[in-house]
């Protein structure tokens, strides 16, 4: 059973370009979330899909924007990179169980390093 | 703003014996919080969790304790194993599924 794959591993980029990564959830998972891990902080939340729709967004600028697909995979799109954009990308899915079990975790893929130059 | 802190950024502990990293939490509609370990080059791996409505959860050799009328919880690691050595993150959210917050971590050393 795959985990969360995101690709591609690593990247470099200039100021000024768009970048598009890619994420593929874990079997039986719905959810998709996004995080942006600055060296020595901890993961800051992006914004999470869930039925092809952005369901919650955290304190990113409109630069960030992101797809969800039927099959749950997802995107995340930076637009006019910067220098601060610099960064470990994660993806975690998660299942959005509805009734009695309230609580899930989200698991995380490995992450795509973005370097913007 | 910060809203889950974890003010130790390092912990060495030697094998066999407790390890405990702490975190401070400032939001009072936090109602489920987790820790994740994380190795090098790897995405974060769920650990434990908690809900608000408990004050301990158990799962092995790991066990989470929540205070929360002090916005305190600490995770136990007992007997601490040199493959425990790793950061670790606190985490929380205000509806499960939704956003994680997560702290900077505590870097974790287990010495034979």
């Known amino acids: 059973d795959a985990g969360v794959t995101q690709s591609p591993t690593h990247l470099i980029k200039t100021r000024g370009q768009q970048v598009t990564l890619r994420c593929s959830p874990k079997s039986g998972h719905d959810t998709v979330s996004w995080y942006q891990q600055a060296l020595g902080q901890g993961p800051q939340f992006i914004f999470q899909y869930y039925e092809e729709e952005e369901r919650q967004r955290g304190n990113f600028p409109d630069r960030f924007s992101g797809h969800q697909f039927p099959n749950y995979s997802s995107e995340l799109n930076v637009n006019a990179l910067l220098l601060g954009d610099s960064a470990l990308y994660l993806c975690?899915?998660?299942?959005?169980?509805?009734?009695?079990?309230?609580?899930?975790?989200?698991?995380f893929g490995p992450g795509t390093r973005l370097t913007v130059l | 703003d910060q809203q889950v802190k974890q003010n130790s950024p390092s912990l060495s502990v030697q094998e066999g014996r407790i390890s405990i990293l702490n975190c401070d939490y400032t939001n009072s509609m936090f109602d489920y919080f987790l820790w994740y370990k994380k190795y090098p080059a790897e995405g974060p791996t769920f650990l434990i969790s908690?809900?608000?409505?408990?004050d301990k959860n158990e799962d092995g050799r790991f066990t989470v304790f929540l205070n929360k009328s002090a916005k305190h919880l600490s995770l136990h690691i007992v007997p601490s194993q040199p493959g425990d050595s790793a950061v670790y993150f606190c985490?929380?959210?205000?509806?499960?599924?939704?956003?994680?917050?997560f702290g900077k971590g505590t870097s974790l050393l287990v010495t034979p």
């Open positions: 975690a899915s998660s299942s959005d169980v509805r009734g009695e079990i309230p609580y899930n975790e989200q698991f």
């Open positions: 985490a929380a959210s205000e509806n499960s599924g939704y956003a994680l917050n």
């Open positions: 908690i809900s608000s409505i408990k």
